[in-house]
């Protein structure tokens, strides 16, 4: 009864490689983000999506592109990837935007060497 | 510039001790302030959440307060456990459609 899910759990990629990460949510939810965690553990939010659209665009390179099939799916797309893309990325949810509860997946640990 | 920042970076008790750790913000309007616990290897976990009108809030060892005021809020833990030890994240959420603000965390270490 995993509420937000995402897969691999671990990825390892050489540079310049394509990568993908999902994520699911079943808590019907409509709003759902893309979070990256650095080395000095700063969550920053990159993305987030509400009824399948894009209402936050972070600053981040288009290298990275989300899509969102449905509202229980958004998923991250990365091209291209370099060595400072190692981080760990959570996916996230919520009822909906603004003020509240955000429910986290596990995470996914991203190194590329 | 909203920001939250937080303090001590990372703490290290004994087991059994209390002990209070501390938020700071800037966001603005302000809509409502959560404590999240994560462990490692883990996402973060919701523990309690405040809004303008609350100053008190308790989850079993787990108290938070907020100051709206002086824009603070701090997390109490009572009779520490090993399980505590984790990264305890102040996240703070202004209007709709705008992104949730997090500090950048306090590593607690519970030792024996």
């Known amino acids: 009864d995993t509420a937000v899910s995402q897969t691999p759990k671990y990825l390892v990629t050489q540079m310049g490689n394509d990568k993908s990460i999902k994520c699911e949510q079943n808590?019907?939810?409509?709003?759902m983000y893309w979070y990256k965690q650095d080395s000095k553990k700063f969550l920053k939010i990159m993305f987030s999506?509400?009824?399948?659209?894009?209402?936050i665009n972070e600053t981040v390179p288009n290298r990275f592109s989300p899509k969102s099939p449905d509202k229980a799916h958004l998923n991250l797309h990365i091209n291209s990837l370099e060595l400072g893309d190692s981080a760990v990325y959570f996916c996230?949810?919520?009822?909906?935007?603004?003020?509240?509860?955000?429910?986290f997946g596990q995470g996914t640990r991203l190194t590329v060497v | 510039k909203n920001q939250v920042e937080q303090s001590p970076q990372s703490l290290i008790i004994l087991e059994g001790k209390n002990c209070t750790l501390q938020?700071?913000?800037?966001?603005?309007?302000?809509?409502?302030l959560r404590w999240y616990k994560q462990d490692t290897g883990r996402g973060p976990v919701s523990l309690t959440i405040?809004?303008?009108?609350?100053n008190t809030k308790s989850n079993g060892r787990y108290t938070a307060t907020l100051d709206a005021d002086t824009k603070q809020s701090s997390l109490h833990i009572t009779a520490s456990q090993l399980s505590d030890s984790a990264s305890y994240i102040c996240?703070?959420?202004?209007?709709?459609?705008?992104?949730?603000?997090f500090g950048k965390g306090t590593r607690l270490s519970v030792i024996a």
């Open positions: 808590l019907g939810h409509d709003t």
């Open positions: 405040m809004t303008f009108s609350e």
């Open positions: 996230a949810s919520s009822l909906s935007t603004g003020g509240t509860e955000a429910f």
């Open positions: 996240v703070v959420s202004a209007q709709r459609n705008t992104p949730l603000v």
């Open positions: 999506y509400n009824n399948k659209e894009l209402i």
């Open positions: 938020c700071n913000y800037t966001v603005s309007p302000f809509s409502n």
